[in-house]
């Protein structure tokens, strides 16, 4: 059985190619998955997303933005807690750019995900969406 790391690396790679199906293997079928921003309103995926089939949802958000990189910095694991360091830019439906740093928690058992809580630059964000 992979380790928790290892699932939250192939859920990440996953996130970063589209493949949503992986994604969507991986996690439980009550998984909470939250953008934590300091305004929820400053972009139309912030929120929280509660249950697998609230995902879809989730994903035709991001769909809507070109990412220009989403790259894997580092991650931290402590049994069922995994931290990832990414590395985001993206272009928004107007043509807008952001380039920042985010930082996920994750929370896993039984070799799925449980809970993600995504932490951003909101006013980066909010700024492509303004």
């Known amino acids: 059985m992979p380790s928790n790391?290892?699932?939250?690396?192939?859920?990440?790679?996953?996130?970063g190619?589209?493949?949503l199906l992986v994604v969507m293997g991986l996690v439980a079928k009550?998984?909470?998955w939250a953008v934590?921003?300091?305004?929820r309103d400053a972009a139309p995926w912030f929120g929280v997303y509660q249950g697998k089939r609230s995902l879809p949802d989730f994903f035709a958000e991001l769909a809507k933005l070109t990412f220009?990189?989403?790259?894997?910095?580092?991650?931290l694991a402590d049994?069922?807690?995994?931290m990832s360091w990414l590395h985001v830019a993206f272009t928004g439906p107007n043509g807008r750019s952001v380039d920042m740093e985010e930082v996920q928690i994750w929370q896993l058992a039984d070799g799925k995900v449980h809970s993600v809580d995504t932490l951003l630059?909101?006013?980066?964000?909010g700024a492509v969406f303004a």
Do not use: M, Q, S
Request: net charge negative.
């Open 68 to 75: 220009t990189d989403f790259t894997l910095k580092a991650l």
């Open 121 to 125: 630059d909101t006013a980066a964000v």
């Open 79 to 82: 049994g069922n807690l995994v």
């Open 5 to 15: 790391a290892d699932i939250v690396k192939t859920v990440t790679e996953a996130l």
């Open 36 to 39: 934590n921003a300091a305004d």
């Open 17 to 19: 190619r589209g493949d």
């Open 30 to 32: 009550d998984v909470r």
